[in-house]
T-cell receptor
């Protein structure tokens, strides 16, 4: 079934450790996104990529980095995790960055930083 | 970028139509209205979107007022599986959907 795969589904991480959240899509979508979801704050955009080889900062990019080496993969890296990065992380993709282009989401990674 | 406001919660009897409102009074001309829902801890699920005209698909109908300052998502025959949090973010054509905190819809047997 076509869609977005995120890994791991959950992780407990010690503060200061490095962690990469993986995201792969098989829909050949050009644009990909990383959101975090925290109770009472809704979903907030961390980073995005309009096409392979390009990335951009979203609403809450600090402490995170991304890369887009190819169309299918869009990993999110926490270089040195802090407890405030405890959250549920969702990856999404869309055919393009235009307004008439729905986002399709993965099922998330639940990250706890201790 | 425009933001949206929604009631925090609503109930609907099973089999009845669920009408979920969304206010987007500062919407600009090129912003699409989207509707998503989130069940339990799953990822948001796309439902429907529109710019000016009313839209209908197999899941729902979207009614957008003529001035585009508000919209309503209609689930014609709500089932227990429609219990979820519903969001109405706007998409600017740039690179974001601004999700608020949504409406928690509870379908009652």
């Amino acid at each position: 079934i076509a869609g977005i795969t995120q890994a791991p589904t959950s992780q407990i991480l010690a503060a200061g450790r490095r962690m990469t959240l993986r995201c792969t899509q098989d829909m050949r979508h050009n644009a990909m996104y990383w959101y975090r979801q925290d109770l009472g704050l809704g979903l907030r955009l961390i980073h995005y990529s309009n096409t392979a080889g390009t990335t951009g900062k979203g609403e809450v990019p600090d402490g995170y980095s991304v890369s887009r080496a190819n169309t299918d993969d869009f990993p999110l890296t926490l270089a040195s995790a802090v407890p405030s990065q405890t959250s549920v992380y969702f990856c999404a993709s869309s055919t393009g960055g235009e307004g008439n282009s729905p986002l399709h989401f993965g099922n998330g990674t639940r990250l706890t930083v201790t | 970028d425009a933001k949206t406001t929604q009631p925090p919660s609503m109930d609907c009897a099973e089999g009845r139509a669920a009408n979920l409102p969304c206010n987007h009074s500062t919407i600009s001309g090129n912003e699409y209205v989207y509707w998503y829902r989130q069940i339990h801890s799953q990822g948001p699920q796309y439902i429907i979107h529109g710019l000016k005209n009313n839209e209908t698909n197999e899941m729902a109908s979207l009614i957008i007022t003529e001035d585009r300052k508000s919209s309503t998502l209609i689930l014609p025959h709500a089932t227990l599986r429609d219990t979820a949090v519903y969001y109405c973010p706007l998409r600017t054509g740039a690179n974001n959907l601004f999700f608020g905190t949504g409406t928690r819809l509870t379908v009652i047997p």
